[in-house]
């Protein structure tokens, strides 16, 4: 019996690991959801906050479940990788910054340059950890019959596992049905219960979340750091950090264009440096070491449009009744200008 328990087990994983690389949901979580849909129940899990929930009880949201996607990517993080990454030996790769600071050394006959610009790898891997979480999270939310999500907690994380940097990449949100939105897909959002209610009433609604990333290096040699003995900015880090933002950013926007989308509210950004060195043979003999910045910059937003049909209701105006009868009325003078006293 434990034999074909274990048996049937690992038949299980095995399965659920095909349908995660196929995109799709491990079974084990397809059948949770199921069985709370198929019960009829109204009983609910949420990350909402109690003034969460009642604000968006109040606006006529009904939340449904707490739903969520998680993603784990290897990355060459660790020290030794990043120096074997960045020491590659890449002719004609090099930045307008770097060149300046080889201070005139020929380097034209084939010889190497230390890697400066994007890290393609590195950048898609941010990338990719966050797109697969926010996607799982929105297959759940697809299977309760969602509108959409909010309340959205997001956890990003690096293990140490098998000699190699993990990226962990995890958000939990709370699916929400409302009344008025026809979707053919939930919309996801990082958006607070009080906010989406505020965007909803003011004619404005969640097209989903907008994602950029890159990793950057740009790098200088040693000696233009080590042999000046007064205070300097590191040209070189400057222009790696403006890079890798301008990068993201280009990223985020032609995804909000992707999404149809009027702009971004919300915006969670995260950026943190990494440094390495590296030693390049630049001309015949002459061997220069790099100091290396190495910047990831990330970038996350709830993209907004406007509701279709959408008929702003003007707001009451507050109307002043004074009550004649009462003694000391009749004394009110209204012709009065200034305040009363």
């Given at each position: 019996?434990?034999?074909?328990?274990?048996?049937?087990?690992?038949?299980?994983?095995?399965?659920?690991?095909?349908?995660?690389?196929?995109?799709?949901?491990?079974?084990?979580?397809?059948?949770?959801?199921?069985?709370?849909?198929?019960?009829?129940?109204?009983?609910f899990?949420?990350?909402?906050?109690?003034?969460?929930?009642?604000?968006?009880?109040?606006?006529?949201?009904?939340?449904?479940?707490?739903?969520?996607?998680?993603?784990?990517?290897?990355?060459?993080?660790?020290?030794?990788?990043?120096?074997?990454?960045?020491?590659?030996?890449?002719p004609?790769?090099?930045s307008?910054?770097?060149?300046?600071?080889?201070?005139?050394?020929?380097?034209?006959?084939?010889?190497?340059?230390?890697?400066?610009?994007?890290?393609?790898?590195?950048?898609?891997?941010?990338?990719?950890?966050?797109?697969?979480?926010?996607?799982?999270?929105?297959?759940?939310?697809?299977?309760?019959?969602?509108?959409?999500?909010?309340?959205?907690?997001?956890?990003?994380?690096?293990?140490?596992?098998?000699?190699?940097?993990?990226?962990?990449?995890t958000?939990?949100?709370?699916?929400?049905?409302?009344?008025?939105?026809?979707?053919?897909?939930?919309?996801?959002?990082?958006l607070?219960?009080?906010?989406?209610?505020?965007?909803?009433?003011?004619?404005?609604?969640?097209?989903?979340?907008?994602?950029?990333?890159?990793?950057?290096?740009?790098?200088?040699?040693?000696?233009s750091?080590?042999?000046?003995?007064?205070?300097?900015?590191?040209?070189?880090?400057?222009?790696?950090?403006?890079?890798?933002?301008?990068?993201?950013?280009?990223?985020?926007?032609?995804d909000?264009r992707?999404?149809?989308?009027?702009?971004?509210?919300?915006?969670?950004?995260?950026?943190?440096?990494?440094?390495?060195?590296?030693?390049?043979?630049?001309?015949?003999?002459?061997?220069?070491?790099?100091?290396?910045?190495?910047?990831?910059?990330?970038?996350?937003?709830?993209?907004?449009?406007?509701?279709?049909?959408?008929?702003?209701?003007?707001?009451?105006?507050?109307?002043?009744v004074?009550?004649?009868?009462?003694?000391?009325?009749?004394?009110?003078?209204?012709?009065?200008?200034?305040?009363?006293?």
């Amino acid at each position: 019996m434990a034999d074909r328990n274990d048996d049937s087990s690992a038949r299980r994983q095995e399965e659920d690991r095909i349908a995660l690389e196929s995109g799709d949901l491990p079974q084990s979580v397809k059948d949770r959801l199921l069985s709370q849909t198929s019960s009829g129940t109204r009983l609910f899990s949420s990350t909402l906050s109690v003034k969460e929930y009642l604000s968006t009880r109040s606006t006529g949201v009904l939340p449904l479940g707490q739903v969520m996607g998680t993603a784990f990517i290897t990355m060459p993080q660790d020290k030794k990788a990043l120096q074997q990454y960045v020491g590659r030996q890449n002719p004609g790769l090099i930045s307008s910054i770097t060149a300046t600071s080889l201070r005139g050394l020929t380097t034209s006959g084939g010889y190497g340059q230390p890697v400066c610009g994007e890290l393609d790898d590195l950048t898609y891997g941010r990338l990719e950890a966050r797109r697969l979480a926010i996607t799982r999270m929105a297959q759940e939310a697809q299977m309760l019959g969602a509108s959409g999500i909010i309340a959205v907690r997001t956890q990003k994380r690096f293990h140490d596992w098998g000699g190699r940097r993990t990226l962990e990449f995890t958000v939990m949100g709370t699916a929400i049905r409302v009344p008025e939105m026809n979707r053919s897909a939930p919309f996801t959002s990082l958006l607070t219960g009080q906010e989406f209610c505020q965007l909803w009433n003011a004619g404005f609604e969640p097209m989903g979340i907008a994602l950029g990333a890159c990793t950057y290096t740009d790098c200088t040699d040693t000696t233009s750091i080590y042999q000046r003995n007064y205070n300097q900015e590191v040209v070189a880090y400057t222009n790696c950090f403006y890079e890798a933002r301008k990068q993201a950013m280009t990223a985020f926007m032609h995804d909000l264009r992707k999404l149809r989308a009027a702009g971004a509210v919300g915006m969670e950004i995260d950026y943190e440096f990494e440094d390495a060195e590296s030693e390049v043979e630049v001309s015949e003999g002459v061997e220069v070491k790099f100091l290396h910045l190495i910047t990831h910059f990330a970038v996350m937003g709830t993209a907004i449009a406007r509701r279709p049909g959408f008929v702003n209701q003007p707001k009451p105006r507050p109307t002043v009744v004074y009550d004649l009868r009462k003694a000391g009325a009749a004394e009110v003078d209204f012709a009065q200008k200034g305040p009363m006293k």
